[in-house]
């Protein structure tokens, strides 16, 4: 039987081209960059290349470009770098209450070594509001934190306005992770008012345990990890050639097709939405409907998501009940409560993330699989 993949989000199916990068820095150009014979030289070429890429993608210098483990380290890199180096500046910072585990339990760590922290709250549809953010903002602020789009519920937070606001009204540094936004949404030219940014490779066909941070030029940050002085003396370590060849090859041909793949996504997730809302009773959009084009999030009341996500695998249609790095959590989604769902919306909520490789087959299977196993499912809670 065919899988439809729909967590996309979780990660992603990496790309053959990329894989065949992959492959070829482990098995023929696999020196070490920092040797100084011609095999690390070829290793060098092949990084500096990857961070080309990933620089043009942005708008940045490849020497703003960072490579890390993955989107959890530029988080904890960047909050906590960013605060360590200023926390003499002040011991003010401010994050949102929808942001990836990966930020919030950083905040949560510089909270216990006494730094204070701001939580932005959201409204319904998951959006900050920027007249919260400037009042939040005082002399002591050293860092604000934002994500670009919110990986259980796709909205896109408005990051321009907030770093108008943030550069006109503050000396704090703005970092913003964009691991749902990169290489899927245009992001705000030349990264105009950022001064951190983090990405990662296996949301973009990408392969695990790659990322970036981008540190705008001049802006300085502490080190977490010491040793060999890799990537400038800024985070040490061998760097992982295989991954930053696959990243920098996945991040050129997401950009390539940017505005191809936005649009067709556009209208896969057009259609599940409006299938599901429309044929399906009871059944509530959690997020806007215009958020980023890959996520839909949508609550099927009377049911538990867990309990139709298992459902839907025995029909090989994979989905999330919000973000997998904490699904296996038991609980409900920090983000669908900071939204003031009702328990019956976060009990019942579904996340469904797309790719450009879907056909809209695969959305009409899926909208009917949908509507049997929710019937069901429902019949079965009633009992
Ligand atoms: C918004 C966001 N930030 C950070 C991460 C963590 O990235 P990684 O899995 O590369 O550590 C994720 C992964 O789900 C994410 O969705």
Redesign the pocket.
Known sequence: MKEIYLDN???TKVLEEVARAVFDTMTLHFGNPSSLHRKGIEAEKIMQEARENIAKALGASPKEIYFT???????NWAVKGAAYARRRKGNHLITTAI?????LETFAALEREGFSVTYLQVDREGFIDLNQLKEALTPETILVSI?????EVGTIEPIQGAAQIIKASSNALFHV????AFAKIPLVSKLEGIDLL?L????IYGP????ALFVRDKVSIAPLLHGGGQETGQRSGTENLPGIAGFGKAAKICIDNLEKWHSQMVQLKERLMKGILDNIPDTVLNGPVSGAPHILNISFLGTRGEILLHALESKNIYVSTG???SSHKSGNSHVLKAMGKSEEEQDGAIRFSLSPFLSMEDIDYTIEVLADEVREIRKLMRR
């Open positions: 989000s979780a990660t483990s993955g989107g959890t380290e530029s988080n942001e990836h585990p990966s930020v994500m670009y789009v919110n990986n992770d964009a691991v749902q983090s990662s490779g296996h949301k695990k345990g790659i990322g973000s997998a790095c």
